[in-house]
């Protein structure tokens, strides 16, 4: 997966190494990185690059969860504990509030208490770095699941063993030619980006800014980070439409963002899916509902439910077959033409 990088990711990781550092003084001597975490004899020469997986079966797994705030977050927790029943496994979970600061602390937490495996879902690309390579220091092997981390700064296959998630580039070019079409090529949109920093955040404003730059009558008129938060996108909404009343579109990187959107056009007394055309990802049953209800034109969906591939994957990298670096959750369109057959996949 390509991603766009800057000095700042550099800033980030030494802010996160330092932190990370502070916080690990804080959890007292014994919870140090290094070769005296996680159950191991030896340091990341010894147990490998990355970290070998000597066990195959009940295993203690960590999952560190960034946040569990919406109806996404709450059905990958579900699917990472329905993943750890299947496979007879011991399952951990933390939940990081929506803080890199707390995600550091929370796997070193994790460490500490010598689990076989890490699953982490990152806040960001660059705050949760310093514990990923702390966690292969302590001789754990990490699977990320549903955000990645900055390739610079942590490398798949080497620093932790793979990535399982959607492709977001992919899923924001499904939206646009949406959006296009429906639109035939013309309108004003208003974008609503999710957390700063975060995988998802990026690479579906790169995939949507994109795919509109190459239609001479679109416009992406204002663009704002909502952190993929159905309250605060209807605040900033609400303020975004006294500047440009104008709008026809929202694109919303997430569903829970298009409600926040949808609910700030009606209070403005604007018909959304008439006066204003609404296109978001994760296939929420909430956006399936406004699809079928006309309000919402698509939501492309962005599976939560990645227990079963992230414990396959660890089960795979258990009995020494290859894991690639990045295992693709396949997702897929809703329309009107689908929604209401789909519903039941919602969540
Ligand atoms: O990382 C996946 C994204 O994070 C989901 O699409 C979004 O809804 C969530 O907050």
């Given at each position: ?246 709008v026809t579109m929202v694109y919303a990187a ?94």
């Amino acid at each position: 997966m390509k991603h766009n990088r800057s000095l700042h990711a550099v800033f980030s990781l030494v802010l996160s190494i330092v932190l990370g550092g502070l916080l690990l003084a804080g959890c007292g001597s014994t919870t140090t990185t290094g070769s005296s975490g996680g159950g191991s004899t030896g340091g990341a020469t010894s147990c490998g690059s990355p970290p070998k997986l000597t066990k195959s079966t009940g295993l203690k797994i960590g999952f560190s969860q960034n946040i569990s705030n919406s109806p996404w977050r709450l059905a990958e927790n579900k699917s990472m504990s329905d993943g750890a029943v299947a496979a007879k496994d011991i399952l951990t979970m933390t939940d990081a509030g929506g803080q890199d600061a707390k995600q550091v602390s929370d796997i070193q937490s994790l460490i500490s208490q010598k689990v076989d495996v890490l699953i982490i879902a990152p806040l960001t690309e660059t705050g949760e770095v310093s514990a990923i390579l702390a966690a292969k220091k302590a001789c754990i092997p990490v699977f990320l699941v549903d955000r990645d981390a900055d390739h610079t700064l942590a490398k798949p296959g080497q620093d932790y063993v793979t990535f399982v998630g959607s492709d977001f580039v992919k899923q924001a070019q499904l939206v646009a030619a949406e959006m296009i079409k429906a639109s035939n090529g013309k309108g004003k949109i208003i974008e609503l980006e999710g957390t700063s920093g975060a995988t998802p955040a990026i690479l579906r404003k790169q995939g949507f800014d994109n795919a509109i730059k190459a239609q001479p009558g679109m416009q992406i008129v204002a663009s704002q980070d909502a952190n993929f938060d159905r309250d605060t996108a209807r605040q900033k909404m609400q303020t975004l439409l006294q500047a440009h009343p104008d709008v026809t579109m929202v694109y919303a990187a997430n569903d829970e963002m298009a409600q926040g959107a949808i609910a700030a056009l009606k209070a403005a007394g604007k018909v959304p899916g008439k006066d204003v055309l609404v296109g978001s990802i994760d296939g929420e049953t909430a956006g399936l509902q406004s699809i079928i209800s006309g309000e919402q034109l698509v939501s492309v969906t962005s599976n939560p439910r990645l227990g079963a591939l992230a414990f396959q994957a660890i089960s795979d990298y258990a009995s020494g077959k290859s894991v690639p670096i990045w295992v693709v959750q396949p997702d897929k369109t809703y329309t009107k033409d689908n929604a209401q057959a789909n519903l039941a996949n919602g969540f």
